[in-house]
Structure formats: C-alpha cells, structure tokens
T-cell receptor, first 114, second 116 residues
Framework: ELKVEQNPLFLSMQEGKNYTIYCNYS?????LYWYRQDPGKSLESLFV?????AVKQEGRLMASLDTKARLSTLHITAAVHDLSATYFC??????????????FGKGTKLSVKP | NAGVMQNPRHLVRRRGQEARLRCSPM?????VYWYRQLPEEGLKFMVY????????ESGMPKERFSAEFPKEGPSILRIQQVVRGDSAAYFC??????????????FGEGSRLTVL
C-alpha cells in the first residue's frame, strides 16, 4: 500500500524566514503534486513534478522531486503572511499511467507570523 | 470558464437520512473523481467515473455509498442512511484524458456534510 508522509505537520514561521516541507512516499511513482488549501476552500494546484530531478519555482515556493529517494521538498523562501495555508503533497498511484487516484499526505499547516 | 461546481456547499442530515452531493465538471472534462476529507486529514480517493461508467471504485465503502455520472447532468455521490462518521468534506475533481493518462485534476470547493 502506498503511503505518503509529510513533515512537519504544523509549522509556525516568522515572516522573512526560510523553511522546507518534506514529503516521503513508500513506492515507486513518477508523478507528484503539491496543493495549497485555505480554510474552507478547495485545493489549488501549485506544482506537478513528473520526473526525477524535476525542480519548479513559483514566487517564494520551490518544489523538487527525487524519485530514487522517494522524496519531494517544498521550499519556502522569505515567507510572507499570505503563504499561511495547509500544503498537501499527493502521489499518483499510476497503474501504468495516471488514473487520477492520488494518495495524499496529511498536510502541513503553515502559519506565517509578522 | 467556470471551474468544477459542487452543490450543496453545506449539508446537514440526521442519522439515517440520505445525502446527495452533486458535481458538474469543468467544461470539456469527461472524467470525474470524488475524494473525502476528514478533519485535519488529507484527501482520500473514493471513486473515478467517466460518463456512464465507473472506472475505479476502490476507495468507496462497500455499503451505503454509490456514485454515478450519467450521460446528461452532474455526477452524484449518494450516501444512504448516513452515520456520524460520514461527516466530512467531499471534494469532486475533474480532468481531461491525455493519451492514456489523466491530465491534471481540478478540484471543486467541496461539499461539507454534517450528520447530527
């Protein structure tokens, strides 16, 4: 059974600081997603990582994927309050190709304080 | 271009009643997925449907839960004889099919079911 583990689950940061969220998964997959969720809202797609060594950046967020280590990271640079949200990683079960059956981590609840 | 539309956004039911949640996919999308999110948890896959077909229902509870995506109209997730443990947010997502792979999933805003 594929398991996805995120850490930390809770993160309180000061504005301007850097931090990394980690996502480990237990079996082979070549498609990993990062989502953001604000309270009571839907999931917003941040990044889709499709291959080993993939790195994507958007604003203060950068995501990377190491399929050999089964590890993805979401790095936050110079955090600002607007980044406060819950961040999920999700791994595609991929039965020989994506079929939309994503396994989600429990999420990292990020709070950025002034 | 409207996104994935779910309704109702909030639904309150008493134990033993039925809950029906509706999902209209994004325009042009023919693949629909239902996920359930318990408080402080990640989303858990329930079912994947195409028009008139259930493709993967490996995450659906064996009893009381059913899903359909008819030729016309929205996809419906139906929960019969609800129990308190069914209280959760139910998210629908839709995608295009790209070759043999599903494209990126786009999520709706969810339907929050509370069972009293």
């Amino acid at each position: 059974e594929l398991k996805v583990e995120q850490n930390p689950l809770f993160l309180s940061m000061q504005e301007g600081k850097n931090y990394t969220i980690y996502c480990n998964y237990s079996t082979t997959s070549d498609r990993l997603y990062w989502y953001r969720q604000d309270p009571g809202k839907s999931l917003e797609s941040l990044f889709v990582l499709l291959s080993n060594g993939a790195v994507k950046q958007e604003g203060r967020l950068m995501a990377s994927l190491d399929t050999k280590a089964r590890l993805s990271t979401l790095h936050i640079t110079a955090a600002v309050h607007d980044l406060s949200a819950t961040y999920f990683c999700a791994v595609d079960m991929g039965y020989g190709g994506s079929q939309g059956n994503l396994i989600f981590g429990k999420g990292t609840k990020l709070s950025v304080k002034p | 271009n409207a996104g994935v539309m779910q309704n109702p956004r909030h639904l309150v039911r008493r134990r033993g009643q039925e809950a029906r949640l509706r999902c209209s996919p994004m325009k042009g999308h023919s693949h629909v997925y239902w996920y359930r999110q318990l408080p402080e948890e990640g989303l858990k896959f329930m079912v994947y449907l195409q028009k008139e077909n259930i493709i993967d229902e490996s995450g659906m509870p064996k009893e009381r839960f059913s899903a359909e995506f008819p030729k016309e109209g929205p996809s419906i997730l139906r929960i019969q004889q609800v129990v308190r443990g069914d209280s959760a947010a139910y998210f629908c997502a839709s995608s295009l099919l790209v070759g043999t792979n599903t494209g990126e999933l786009f999520f709706g805003e969810g339907s929050r079911l509370t069972v009293l």
